[in-house]
Nanobody, 112 residues
Framework: QPQLVESGGGLVQPGGSLTLSCAAS????????IFWFRQAPGKNREAISC????????LYADSVKGRFIISRDSANNTVYLQMNDLTPEDTGIYYC?????YGQGTQVTVSS
């Protein structure tokens, strides 16, 4: 069964930056796209970004476009989400996703 382990969350002030990491493992990893989801308090989980298996194609939700950058280090089986210019609306639990599998999530709190 694939495993996904997120890290890098924390408390940051508005306008600040954080970089999340997703350590992925499991058979067939090189053939799967990886997604980042976010679940804000009281809201449904939503997809905010994805990177293709090759790492060359990326997509972003409108809410994060221009501020977040997803990247993939295939040699180390790690996907990153660089988050810039954070706002309180970015607060939530961030999950890494591969097919139907999710990690345990990492909390991001944007507050002054």
């Amino acid at each position: 069964q694939p495993q996904l382990v997120e890290s890098g969350g924390g408390l940051v002030q508005p306008g600040g930056s954080l970089t999340l990491s997703c350590a992925a493992s499991g058979e067939g990893l090189d053939y799967d796209a990886i997604f980042w989801f976010r679940q804000a308090p009281g809201k449904n989980r939503e997809a905010i970004s994805c990177v293709s298996a090759s790492g060359t194609n990326t997509l972003y939700a409108d809410s994060v476009k221009g501020r977040f950058i997803i990247s993939r280090d295939s040699a180390n089986n790690t996907v990153y989400l660089q988050m810039n210019d954070l706002t309180p609306e970015d607060t939530g639990i961030y999950y890494c996703n591969r097919n139907v599998f999710y990690g345990q999530g990492t909390q991001v709190t944007v507050s002054s």
